[in-house]
């Protein structure tokens, strides 16, 4: 079992950064690709960004691309999402997501989730 548990989340003016962290619990972290999802009310789930398990691949969605980077602290069994640029269409709830091995861009192959973490940009 996994439990993931996202945070960093906040409100910021259009053009800022944040940083969000995704802290797991469980033995399979290493072994697991970590993904990114943001729902906005009334929209549909979007796959934001993944990284496999090895940490040597990545995915980014085309509305996030040049502006947002993925990493992991396999010690600290720790996902980042760190946001930069910030618009208002990034308003959402934000969610990390685990499953073994390879990334997906699909929220329906990732077995674990958070809570999810409500991210605010002001224009």
């Known amino acids: 079992q996994v439990q993931l548990v996202e945070s960093g989340g906040g409100l910021v003016q259009a053009g800022g950064s944040l940083r969000l962290s995704c802290t797991a619990s469980g033995p399979t972290f290493d072994y697991a690709a970590m993904g990114w999802f943001r729902q906005a009310p009334g929209k549909e789930r979007e796959g934001v960004s993944c990284?496999?398990?090895?940490?040597?691949?990545?995915y980014f969605a085309d509305s996030v691309k040049g502006r947002f980077t993925i990493s992991r602290d396999n010690a600290k069994k720790t996902l980042y999402l760190q946001m930069n640029s910030l618009e208002p269409e990034d308003t959402a709830m934000y969610y990390c997501?685990?499953?073994?091995?390879?990334?997906?861009?699909?929220?329906?192959?990732?077995?674990?989730w958070g809570q999810g973490t409500q991210v605010t940009v002001s224009s």
């Open positions: 990284i496999n398990w090895k940490g040597d691949s990545t």
């Open positions: 997501a685990a499953r073994l091995w390879d990334c997906s861009a699909r929220g329906a192959d990732f077995e674990y």
